[in-house]
Each structure stands twice: as structure tokens, then as C-alpha cells.
């Protein structure tokens, strides 16, 4: 996650550090704890939340269950993350229903936040959950913001009430009291509230958003920060608690490059759980927030359970089960490899799935190598060809792939690399379909059936060398078993396997095997 990229980095090093010790020594952990330190208070963490962190680290850091740990370093990670944990809120906190609908939820927050864009992102989710949510524009104090919101809304498909034009006209407590009635009658069992923010907190801000609040008594308030705002965050999440409270934060541009520390500060300030997470301007970029899955992120540990749960969001397991029984039957073609490629789309960004894998920081500089765009350009290719070819990619002749490369906007090389690329592929998939070992070009089978080895050994014993009767045939023979059975280690450094090395040419087909030569 970009907004806490340079904390992530500084953090990893220092643990990185401690895994050549063996044994923790006290000046060890004060050295970690000062590195530590140092690095929350770059990304911004407010002083006395860094001060009660490392505290907190240091004394279980020095405690017994370090002592009597395996692995020294691998528990003060531990110790890190949940106390990381314990700073961003603990656990999981969800949005709180009604239990006679609607369900009001009140946005409040600085101008610039993204309130608007959330509110619209906060109503599709619900939308998909089976809710039935209204937009309600409140915001009648910055220009143009009632229009903002209406194609917010049109956007998430989602009901909107707006009587007012805005840009300064009409009373934002009289329709957002008029709007929790109109949701009643029109049987909305969710009312979002977009409330005006300023520049600044002012006294003129707190005394519109506290009527409000009083009028139609919200069952959830939740406060929207800007997570690249700096150390400001934690001055102004106190003013909006003392002036009107809320019940949880949204942190918002968590895909922004900001040092974005602050953002660990407001939960533990104000007392009040994040609820969610904005990390994209897309209205499908909204996460619920949750504390355990963020430290990970920020220690590099990775997100799997996230990943895992977009993956099933956007794919379908029927479909999936129905690929799957292609594969075996070797029936998989272009046109399946294209609807899994559009399932592949809908669960966003691929640098942000892949940013969710453990130790993928440290390959920060790979991912922003990643072209986004390479999906699309294989759609294009896919989509330029006939049903007939996409079916069987064997009757691609030469001016069959030059039409395709003028229809695509791509060149018959890029046509020849995708073609070549998804044979490979089919063939990989269908060997672990059918329960085998997939071979890599260069590299053999990634494993083996067991006995399989022992099976290959015996046969070599027994053949001991050639039995040619032609002498010189019979010593080149001989030469050449010796070669092959002569240990020469993995490309994998797992010691003597009977297996070459890649050379350059092995390494290239790879690439062109798992992306684009």
C-alpha cells in the first residue's frame, strides 16, 4: 500500500538486521526500538503515540517470552505486529444497523477529504449487499457539490434526494431532516448523509454539523480523513470528536505516495474504530477496515485473506468448476482464457493483488515495472479473432495473425507471443489437471511422482554404461551418461539433482511463459 511504502521499508530493515543475531541482547533491543522509533515519527505517528508503542515493545521485547523464544527476531516481529494491531483499533469493527430501518449514517469531515466519493462508494457496497441506500446532498455550502454528488450517485446506481441547487442556497438541517423522511416513505433502509466541510476547522462548520447530528439523531457518524494530511490528522480528528463526535473514521487515499502515519495515530487517539479503508478513486475501491490485515501490510508479511476474498468476490465457482473439467478434458480455449482475463479485471488493480503477497515489498521496483495496460492489449488480440479461431488457434495462418494484428492495433509478433504463451500455459494446466507435474523449459519437472526417482536410478544401474559393439560409439555413449548423471545442482540451490541449470535462452522461454517476452 503506497501511503505507508516508506514505513514498510524502514520497518523491514530493521528487522531484517535482527535476524543475524542469535540472541537478543538488552543494548539490541534498544537499538531496534530506536529504529523503530525513528521511523514512525518520519511517517508522521503523533510523538505520544510513538512514545507509548515503543514503550510497549521494549518491555515485552525484554520479557520472557523472548528469552525462551526459538527464534528471537521472528518474536520481536511478532511483538511488532500485534502491537501495531493494538494501535489501529484491535479488531474488525462493522457498520451498525437499525433495528427499525433507515439506517442513518452521517458523513462529516474536512473539504477535500473525499466524503462525496466515499458516500458513493459506501452505497454500491451496499447496494451489493441487498440494501437499499439513499444519497442525501447536504452539502449546500461548496459550489457545485449537490451536482458532484448526483453523478456520484448515478455512477453507483443509487437514489439520491437533492431539493436544493447548493452553491450556498438553502438549509442543509432542514433537508437532511426531510430526507431521512422521504427515505421512509420511499422504504430506503439506508440513508447516507453528505455532509459541508471547510478548509479548516471552524466554529461555523462544528455548529452546522452538530444540527445536524441533533436533528435526525444518526446511528453511525463516521469521520472521513484524508490519510496524506500529515501530523494535522490527530488535531483535527480531536476537534471534530469535541465539537460534533462520531462514532468511527474512514481513512481515505491510502493509494497515495504520502509518509500517511498519521493515519495509525487517529484510532488510537480518538478511541474510535477505522470502519474502512479507501485505497483508489474507483468507486469498487473500498475495503472494511481491518487492523490485524493492515499491520501486516505495513511489516510486509502480506494480505492473503484479503486477496482471497476478492478473488471469490469476482470470480464464480460454477464457472470455475466448469474450467476446471476443460482442462482436463483439454478443451480449454482462447475464449475461456479471455472470460477468466475479465474475471481477472473485476478484482482490480493487479499491482494492488500482487502488493498483497508476502516479501513483495522488497520488490517494489518490479511492480511499478508492471504494465497494467498488458491485459487489455491481450483482450484486444483475443477479441480480433473469430469464434472459429479462438477455439482452435491451430488455423492461424500468416495473414489470419496480420489480420488480427491490424484489428487489435498490435503486431503479428505480440499475435505469435500470445499464441505461444497460452499453448504453453494450456499445457502446464493440463498436466496439474490431470494430477501430474508441470515441466518448465530447462528446468524438468517442478518435482516428481514418488518412486519416480528411485524408478530412474535402478534403470541407470542397471545399464551401467553402453554395450555397443562399435568401440568409438561405444565410448561417446559412455561419455554422455556420465555427463547426464553427474551431479551439478539445482537452479534452485537444492544441492545435486541431476539436473542442468538454465542457460540464457532456458530463462527467456520462462519469461515468455509467465509474461511478455
Not at 75 to 81: C, D, E, K, R, T
Request: net charge neutral; glycine share 10%.
Amino acid at each position: 500500500m503506497a501511503t505507508f511504502g516508506t514505513l514498510s521499508d524502514r520497518l523491514t530493515e530493521t528487522f531484517r538486521n535482527l535476524r543475524t543475531k542469535g540472541k537478543l541482547s538488552a543494548a539490541d533491543v534498544d537499538q531496534t526500538v530506536r529504529e523503530i522509533r525513528r521511523a514512525l515519527l518520519d511517517a508522521d505517528v503523533a510523538l505520544a503515540v510513538v512514545k507509548e508503542f515503543t514503550a510497549k515493545v521494549r518491555e515485552r521485547a525484554l520479557g520472557d517470552e523472548v528469552n525462551r523464544a526459538l527464534n528471537p527476531a521472528q518474536q520481536v516481529v511478532q511483538i511488532v505486529n500485534e502491537e501495531l494491531v493494538g494501535i489501529l483499533g484491535g479488531e474488525q469493527r462493522r457498520l451498525q444497523f437499525a433495528k427499525n430501518p433507515p439506517t442513518v449514517i452521517m458523513l462529516a469531515g474536512l473539504q477535500g477529504s473525499g466524503k462525496t466519493t466515499f458516500a458513493g462508494k459506501l452505497a454500491k457496497q451496499l447496494e451489493k449487499d441487498g440494501h437499499t441506500p439513499l444519497l442525501v446532498a447536504c452539502d449546500l455550502q461548496r459550489p457545485n457539490a449537490v451536482n458532484q454528488l448526483q453523478v456520484v450517485a448515478e455512477r453507483a446506481g443509487a437514489a439520491i434526494y437533492a431539493p436544493e441547487p447548493g452553491n450556498g442556497v438553502g438549509d442543509p438541517v432542514r433537508v437532511a431532516r426531510d430526507g431521512v423522511e422521504h427515505a421512509r416513505r420511499q422504504q430506503h433502509d439506508v440513508v447516507i448523509i453528505d455532509t459541508a466541510g471547510r478548509l479548516g476547522v471552524d466554529a461555523e462548520l462544528m455548529k452546522q454539523a452538530a444540527s445536524i447530528r441533533k436533528a435526525i439523531d444518526p446511528d453511525e457518524v463516521l469521520f472521513v480523513i484524508d490519510a496524506m494530511i500529515g501530523q494535522d490528522a490527530v488535531n483535527t480528528a480531536k476537534a471534530f470528536q469535541e465539537g460534533v463526535d462520531f462514532t468511527g473514521v474512514v481513512l481515505s487515499k491510502l493509494d497515495g505516495d504520502a509518509r500517511g502515519g498519521a493515519a495509525l495515530s487517529v484510532a488510537s487517539v480518538t478511541q474510535r474504530p477505522i470502519i474502512f479503508a479507501s485505497t483508489g478513486e474507483g468507486l469498487d475501491d473500498l475495503e472494511p477496515f481491518h487492523p490485524d490485515r493492515m499491520a501486516s501490510r505495513i511489516l510486509d508479511l502480506g494480505d492473503i485473506l484479503t486477496l482471497i476474498e476478492q478473488a471469490q468476490q469476482a470470480f464464480d465457482e460454477q464457472e470455475a468448476l466448469a474450467v476446471a473439467e476443460k482442462l482436463a478434458k483439454e478443451q480449454f480455449t482462447l475464449e475461456d482464457f479471455l472470460d477468466q482475463l475479465q474475471q481477472m479485471k473485476k478484482m482490480g488493480s493487479m499491482k494492488k493483488m500482487l502488493g498483497m503477497l508476502p516479501g513483495m515489498g522488497q520488490m517494489k521496483q518490479q511492480l511499478e515495472q508492471f504494465d497494467e495496460r498488458e491485459i487489455d492489449r491481450t483482450e484486444a488480440i483475443i477479441r480480433s479473432m473469430t469464434p472459429a479461431e479462438r477455439r482452435n488457434p491451430k488455423v492461424l495462418n500468416g495473414s489470419r495473425r496480420l489480420r488480427i494484428a491490424r484489428g487489435s492495433g498490435m503486431t503479428v509478433t505480440d499475435v505469435n507471443q500470445l499464441v505461444q504463451r497460452f499453448e504453453q500455459a494450456a499445457k502446464m494446466m493440463k498436466t496439474v489437471a490431470r494430477g501430474g507435474v508441470p515441466n518448465i523449459p530447462g528446468m524438468g519437472p517442478m518435482g516428481g511422482k514418488p518412486g519416480a526417482s528411485s524408478k530412474r536410478g535402478k534403470q541407470a544401474k542397471n545399464k551401467g554404461g553402453s554395450r555397443s559393439g562399435n568401440p568409438a560409439k561405444r565410448a561417446a555413449e559412455n561419455a554422455g551418461l556420465a555427463t547426464a548423471t553427474a551431479p551439478t545442482g539445482s537452479g534452485f540451490g537444492l544441492g545435486a539433482g541431476g539436473q542442468a541449470q538454465p542457460s540464457e535462452a532456458d530463462l527467456a522461454e520462462i519469461q515468455k511463459l509467465f509474461g511478455k517476452g
